[in-house]
């Protein structure tokens, strides 16, 4: 017998389901959540039903919001459930549900009710996971693409924007109007210095509009870095049948993730904060070391695994994890060209972060696909490899791995896997990625040019001589036989 989530079965829930301890009814707003993912139910919403489980914060509840038709979607399978997510832990030790309740309402996707819904002083903390893409960054410069349609449409009509940072800063404006303290923006993304990217957006499109706008709001308004980490999968039709088969409930929308989850957060909080420090959130002076570490060997490793995974025909991330080749190339790529170039954090072992990062891409309970990985890699590899490369260049240190996985994420926009099958690209810059994989792998000359996405790398000389003799190797020797060459080298 199964049970259709919402507030009416919280008192009934299985007894393999954790249900919330608190009274929802006693909680009132505090944060407004734009981009209401599964991510963000899986970590930063988790982290506040521990906080209200133990009898404080109350006042610190979630509002979800979105502007985009996936963002109306999410918000029309929580609606009929009371907002409610039953949150399954994919321990390989044996799975563990809960019901999370720490979000109670969510803004019709309309710019309008959100700036309204902003406005109300009860909220201190606006969070953002509008992924890594949705910060409108030039990808020449690094900076904000003031020339981007959608900025563009929103300074044409001020008083009607339709983008997020567009809402955001007409609702900072109506606050300091009414005398209300501004709102903290804390961006939840895997973004190196999110904190610093959201205020180069928002800033970037205040001066735009008004330049003592954007003066007052870099004087006033805080935006905390932060690291995030819980893997996520996507929730499908098999997630869904797992949660009525295994717990007896039928939910819309659940979330699967993995057992592990890490947030670290500078505190610079001027209007208050949840007490978060006491479920386990590390509050930091300086976050950089920290997001560095995790970008550099989690999310890189997600794209040094990806891509020859998806090439050798791979679809979960823990059967890649079992091929020797792929766990080899990862490890060796990491310890000799990554790690020795991150800056040391006191008390932090990056050989046993790595080791634990390795232990979670294996753990075939998370059931995470390598198609998942493997998209929007034009936004990741500026943010997850490219660095890491011109790092190593500028210390005239050698390259040879991390050559080796851009090329193989050349490889793959091809859009067909070595056995000729189909892959779907998957990314918001695939007309750019196909024709430049075709000129690299679709004929023997030398000459091609590289896409804007690398920057001064894509005219490097001594990083386009890696790139080529990669590429070589995976004409010649395919991709097994490139990651094979790869692991024979000896350490540089």
């Known amino acids: ?6 507030n009416s079965v919280l008192a009934t829930l299985p007894d393999n389901v954790k249900a919330p301890t608190y009274h929802r009814a006693s909680l009132t707003p505090g944060i407004v959540h734009i981009g209401v993912g599964n991510f963000h139910r899986a970590h930063q919403a988790v982290y506040l039903n521990r906080l209200f489980e133990r009898g404080e914060g109350h006042d610190w509840a979630i509002v979800g919001a979105g502007l985009k038709p996936y963002d109306k979607a999410m918000r029309d399978r929580l609606a009929s459930q009371d907002w409610l997510t039953t949150v399954v832990e994919l321990d390989p030790q044996g799975l563990s549900a ?24 009860e909220i201190r903390i606006v969070s953002l996971t509008i992924t890594e893409g949705g910060y409108f960054i030039d990808p020449a410069t690094g900076g904000f693409d003031v020339s981007h349609p959608e900025i563009l449409a929103d300074l044409s009509q001020p008083d009607r924007p339709e983008t997020v940072f567009g809402v955001l800063v ?69 997630e869904k049948t797992l949660v009525r088969e295994k717990f007896g409930l039928e939910d819309a929308a659940p979330v699967v993730c993995e057992p592990f989850r890490q947030w670290v957060l500078e505190d610079r909080f001027p209007s208050g904060r ?40 791979y679809y979960f991330v823990h059967d890649a994890m079992a091929d020797p080749l792929i766990r080899t190339f990862l490890k060796k790529l990491e310890e000799e060209e990554v790690l020795p170039i991150l800056p040391e ?35 990741k590899h500026p943010k997850f490899i490219l660095p890491s490369i011109q790092e190593r260049l500028d210390k005239d240190l050698p390259i040879r791995g991390l050559a080796l996985e851009t090329a193989l994420w050349c490889r793959y926009g091809l859009c067909r896997n070595e056995a000729g099958d189909a892959i779907e ?36 000389p001594v990083y386009l001589n890696a790139f080529r003799e990669a590429v070589q190797a995976i004409k010649s020797l395919g991709v097994a036989g490139a990651l094979q060459a790869y692991i024979e080298t000896s350490p540089a």
């Open 98 to 121: 809960h019901v999370c309740g720490s979000m109670i309402d969510f803004i019709d996707a309309d710019p309008a009710a959100l700036i309204t819904r902003l406005c109300d002083p």
């Open 274 to 313: 949840p007490a978060l420090e006491k479920v386990g959130v590390e509050f930091v002076e300086d976050v950089a070391p920290y997001e560095l570490m995790k970008l550099r060997i989690l999310n890189g490793g997600h794209s040094a695994i990806a891509y020859p995974a998806a090439l050798l025909g």
């Open 425 to 460: 690209l998957g990314d918001p810059n695939a007309e750019i990625l196909k024709p430049w994989a075709e000129s690299v792998f679709g004929s023997n000359k030398q000459a091609f040019s590289m896409p804007d996405l690398f920057g001064p790398l894509g005219s490097d």
């Open 1 to 6: 017998m199964t049970q259709k989530l919402g």
């Open 345 to 379: 954090i006191p008390g932090v072992s990056f050989q046993t972060y790595l080791e634990t990062v390795m232990e979670r891409f294996s753990n075939p309970a998370v059931g995470d696909t390598i198609p998942r990985i493997c998209l929007d890699g034009s936004n």
């Open 170 to 238: 007409t609702a900072l404006l109506k606050r300091k109007e009414r005398g209300i303290a501004p709102f903290t923006v804390m961006s939840c993304d895997n973004l190196p210095e999110n904190g610093h990217i959201a205020q180069q957006t928002v800033v970037g499109f205040a001066k735009a509009f008004s330049p003592e706008t954007a003066d007052w709001i870099s004087e006033n308004v805080a935006f905390p870095n932060g690291m995030v980490d819980c893997i996520t999968p996507a929730t499908g039709e098999r």
